[in-house]
């Protein structure tokens, strides 16, 4: 009796599975055996040469990591564990670099901080500082993720158990000595594990060390800004070495995930059986007045005045004009927002990350239910539907340059013949969007998932309901908010990409992340920091529809 639904199961495995292995794993896999097979004497000479790429993504990452975890320390005991007036409102600003693109980011302090052109340079004197060069470009990634060291804070600081603290205190420890020596060194290994996430998502970025590596005197090249040079070149010699240098790029990923899982798993707290955390907030005391101004002034400096830069900027006749009212114009806005190229643009950006939302969220509740199904091949299903999220974007997209470079062709029965020709087409961008971001929609469909009862689905099948009936009544009404919220993410996630986005969009088919690129790159500043506020906006409102989501699905639960 139990056969029937056996091989359903199976045969839903083998449809999620055969997708995921083809468009996700299948092009990686082929990456590496391309330069596997490319590795002779004149490749690694000529890969030798490559060594100040390879140097600078390193140092440069490193920097961001350490730039993350010194201000984030700090940062999550004042916001998570002390009595620091409007504690939640800093928690909001200082967690919004993760929500706006690193470009965009760049993009303010191109305008606080360039040499010549500046507003800092242009009150404190010109060339005070410069945000071009390795330093720049740490500074900047550093910035766009330290919400992953806050957050990983404030997980762990969740978990302490504040009888720790009262030991310390009853053996005659301060207030402070008791902070120190028996809450700070629980949450190291998780503050840390975040840093290690920054150093990772460094090594992948590629607008930022564009825009501020490529200007620099002299020029800093990292892996990612050096592949797009080469496959930009063309030719069989830089396209093998564009793929030598993303697998190196690569073999960066699974080091970083295990030293991440290595922290993560040496400061786990655990908390007695039944035993619940009753958070108590350290008192600042007279420190909490100056503690308060410190923290606003940090927010301010990095986060608002970017932002604001940005918005300033696209309100200039042009990039570097004198700071005055007849210099302010609102003609980029109507001439950028309303422009066919720009129009044409939108639409496709939000064809396609629709496309992919959908998808994400598809395949991401398919992963989820097999995961309850097969529960010994759960771990495989779920690193399988995540991997591609830790895989470097230009990594994927190379993979998947080379893997349809050439139109597939397959013959069914001798007598069918299907041709896959994916090259150069918009399908592709599809194709990497919504296999870099499966795991926002496996992730949000597992842990809604894991809160219904199976009951509820048991009880639709002792009422005469098939399996896909009494799923579709029961748990998936459970499950829309947690949808909807993965849909957002991933739609805006897809909506604003950028480094896949210019190396796959087929020529004269922009997207809203190329023309960007292309705007502030090489075109017009001003321009560009129109559509860039137009980013903020968008990903604003996503993000208080994901909020709204969430709570509805707190109260559905």
Not at 117 to 129: D, V
Not at 416 to 433: G, K
Not at 460 to 487: E, H, I, K, N, Y
Request: proline share 6%; aromatic share 8%.
């Amino acid at each position: 009796m139990n056969a029937r639904p056996a091989v359903s199961r199976w045969l839903g495995l083998g449809a999620w599975l055969g997708p995921i292995l083809f468009f996700a794993i299948g092009p990686v896999a082929v990456l590496l055996l391309r330069s596997a097979g490319t590795l002779d004497e004149g490749a690694l000479s000529s890969l030798s040469g490559e060594a100040g790429p390879f140097v600078n993504t390193l140092v440069i990452s490193l920097g961001a990591a350490v730039f993350a975890f010194v201000l984030g320390v700090p940062l999550s005991l004042l916001l998570f564990r002390t009595d620091l007036p409007l504690r939640g409102t800093f928690a909001v600003l200082f967690t919004l670099p993760s929500a706006i693109p690193p470009f965009i980011w760049g993009m303010g302090w191109i305008s606080l901080a360039s040499p010549r052109a500046g507003y800092l340079n242009r009150l404190l004197g010109e060339g005070t500082l410069d945000i071009y060069g390795p330093g720049g470009i740490a500074f900047v990634m550093g910035l766009s993720g330290l919400p992953l060291v806050l957050l990983a804070g404030a997980a762990a600081l969740r978990r302490v158990d504040p009888a720790l603290e009262e030991a310390a205190r009853v053996c005659g420890a301060s207030p402070v000595r008791a902070l120190l020596a028996a809450t700070v060194p629980l949450t190291m290994p998780s503050l840390l594990s975040g840093a290690v996430m920054v150093f990772l998502m460094a090594v992948s970025a590629f607008g930022v060390p564009y825009i501020l590596g490529v200007s620099a005197t002299p020029p800093t090249r990292v892996l990612t800004t050096r592949i797009y040079e080469l496959v930009l070149l063309g030719g069989e010699g830089s396209l093998a070495r564009a793929v030598l240098l993303a697998t190196a790029l690569l073999l960066l990923t699974p080091v970083a995930l295990w030293a991440t899982w290595a922290l993560g798993r040496s400061g786990r707290v655990r908390l007695s059986a039944g035993k619940g955390v009753s958070p108590r907030l350290f008192p600042l005391g007279r420190a909490r007045l100056p503690a308060t101004v410190s923290v606003a002034a940090v927010g301010a400096l990095l986060v608002l005045l970017p932002l604001g830069a940005v918005a300033l900027t696209s309100v200039q006749r042009s990039f570097g004009a004198e700071l005055s009212w007849e210099s302010l114009t609102l003609r980029h806005w109507s001439g950028v927002l309303l422009e066919e190229r720009t129009l044409q643009a939108t639409g496709r950006s939000l064809l396609l990350a629709a496309g992919a939302g959908l998808l994400v969220c598809a395949f991401g509740l398919a992963s989820a239910v097999l995961q309850r199904h097969f529960r010994r091949l759960g771990a495989g299903v779920e690193a399988l539907a995540v991997w591609p999220y830790a895989v470097p974007g230009t990594v994927l997209a190379i993979a998947l340059l080379i893997a349809f470079s050439r139109d597939l062709r397959f013959i069914l029965f001798e007598r069918v013949a299907f041709v896959l020709a994916l090259s150069h087409t918009p399908w592709l961008l599809l194709i990497s969007y919504s296999a870099k971001y499966l795991a926002l929609g496996t992730r949000n469909s597992s842990e809604a998932l894991a809160q219904v009862d199976p009951s509820l689905a048991e009880a639709a099948r002792v009422s005469g309901a098939g399996p896909l009936r009494a799923f579709l009544d029961a748990p998936l009404p459970l499950l829309r908010p947690a949808l909807f919220a993965a849909f957002v993410l991933a739609f805006l996630a897809c909506a604003t990409e950028i480094t896949m986005s210019v190396l796959l969009v087929p020529a004269g088919s922009d997207v809203l992340g190329t023309l960007l690129f292309e705007l502030q790159s090489y075109a017009d500043p001003s321009a560009a920091a129109v559509l860039a506020c137009a980013f903020v906006a968008l990903v604003l409102l996503g993000r208080v529809l994901v909020s709204l989501a969430r709570r509805r699905a707190v109260e559905v639960r």
